[in-house]
DNA sequence: ATGATTTTGAAATTCATTTTCAAAATATCA
DNA sequence: TGATATTTTGAAAATGAATTTCAAAATCAT
């Protein structure tokens, strides 16, 4: 699973004054084949499977120059560390959130960014990025809820 | 300006086990009274005009009851410190962010939600909350750059 | 290759938030 | 009311994610 979009990360750094190394290149390239939504702990973790001396200051170094040059961009979700999420040009989408199990499924809404954007006009706002995050129960998760007959306790990603 | 929903904050307290203290009470009357979007520091400092021995713990801890029982909510903003909102029930509201000078106005849009709930089902997700946040630049900060000519420095939030 | 410049990794630092703990405040009950 | 058990407070320490520091290592242009 290879997305393409934009200039190679390698061009990129060139473009800007920045060197190539074996780290950098090798961090970008775990990011880019991984699933998306990884913490930094778990790039980290799997960059080391190639190459266990890297450290977890490069790891963030690189992910926020990808996030600067537009290939990651950074969430939230409700937790305290950050998660990264690939970028494709153009394309914006969003997410629901699984309370219970810590899923996370995307999804995108053509006519609810036309109404983001009707509100902003109204407001008199420039729009240039923004995050929609549903938090609820999946339905797998629900599922499991009726068969127990009793609440799973929540927030079961928080500890 | 008042805001009268749910049971008084010392009822609440009662209910839980939890003891109707000095600084609880002044800190959630502060609160209150307050307007929207506060970051702990500032509640702090308005609390503190009254009785300037309040500890940051202390009101770290009350807003976490605050948010616990419904009166507050917590959120980032894309920053690290978190802002507190007033909570009335039922009722939702999402944000317009200024990433130049930082001002947060409100909106609803139930037709928003409207289709946010279709995705949900779509996606067999039971929705209990979300966060709508649109990134921008607000009228005013416009109108300055409109007038200079020239691009603000951006994120002058984050310093 | 040489040498200027950048990057790396480990450890230290930052900063928001949480926890600890002894002293103070509060509620309960006799 | 007073004694006592329990909770809360505030200051300081701890936590944890993210950033910075700095000497050693790597890169790149010549």
Redesign the interface.
Known sequence: MEKTSGLPFQQLLKERGLKSTRQRDEIARVFMESADHLSVDELCQRVRQKNPRIGYATVYRTLKLLAQSGWASAR?FGQRTARFEHRTEGEHHDH?I??ICGKI?E?A?G??EE??SR??QK?????????????????DC?AKKEMTGKEVREKATNE
């Not at 929609?132 to 999946?138: I, K, M, R, V």
Request: charged fraction near 20%; charge should be positive; include cysteine.
């Open positions: 939230q629901l699984c309370l499924v999804f809404s006519r609810i109404l983001q509100i902003a407001k008199g706002f420039r729009i240039f990025d923004h995050k929609l995050e549903l938090y609820g129960h999946c339905a629900l």
